[in-house]
């Protein structure tokens, strides 16, 4: 048997069904071919997009990237930078401290550091407004335990470029990685045996 309501719209919905096989659900609409649209979509521009606050570009073309990890915990280091070392070819600088990430800063040249918040002889905060003051426009990425908008708020007043909470998942920090222009687009950031390894990883002594 078949059943149709009253058109609407200059549709028509049906159904048609028989016992013991099923039914079949029809929904018919007239739609109107539209020109495509000649108006151009720009999107307006985030900080985090500006070169300035990055370091301008896709700066990977070539080479490995240069990153600094600075932590106390030894652990967080190296947890930190194998999940680095998965996503794409680098070249890992560890430093215990913020002290020790801002003389690393003003002797070598880095494409992001990620910085943690809570350390001894000068934490993550103090470090990045020194490294700002220095001048310096490399990417500092804030990564902290303390999730609070006003944490995130003051990383970010200390001249933070983001923000990452622990523990960082590996998505997290490949699409971080992206939005700095660190990674090609077509990184994936999967989990294989085929993913470039880091070629070097030095400690700040």
Do not use: Y
């Amino acid at each position: 048997r078949r059943w149709s309501p009253g058109r609407k719209h200059g549709g028509s919905i049906g159904v048609a069904a028989e016992l013991g096989q099923g039914s079949i659900f029809v929904i018919r609409l007239p739609l109107a071919v539209v020109a495509a649209a000649s108006t151009k979509v720009v999107p307006m521009p985030r900080p985090e997009d500006d070169d300035s606050a990055r370091g301008g570009g896709d700066v990977v073309e070539g080479r490995p990237v240069r990153a600094l990890v600075v932590d106390d915990a030894p652990s967080n280091r190296m947890l930190f930078s194998l999940q680095l070392k998965k996503l794409a070819d680098f070249h890992i600088t560890q430093a215990e401290d913020g002290a020790k990430a801002v003389a690393a800063v003003a002797a070598a040249p880095f494409d992001v550091v990620f910085m943690d918040c809570v350390m001894p002889n000068m934490n993550g905060l103090q470090a990045t407004r020194a490294i700002r003051a220095s001048g310096a426009t490399v990417p500092v990425v804030g990564v902290t335990g303390n999730a609070l908008d006003d944490d995130v708020h003051e990383f970010r007043q200390a001249g933070a470029t983001t923000v990452l909470s622990k523990p960082v998942a590996k998505a997290t920090l490949h699409a971080q990685l992206l939005d700095l222009g660190l990674l090609p687009r077509s990184a994936q950031g999967d989990d294989d045996d085929d993913a470039p390894k880091a070629r070097r990883l030095d400690v700040v002594p």
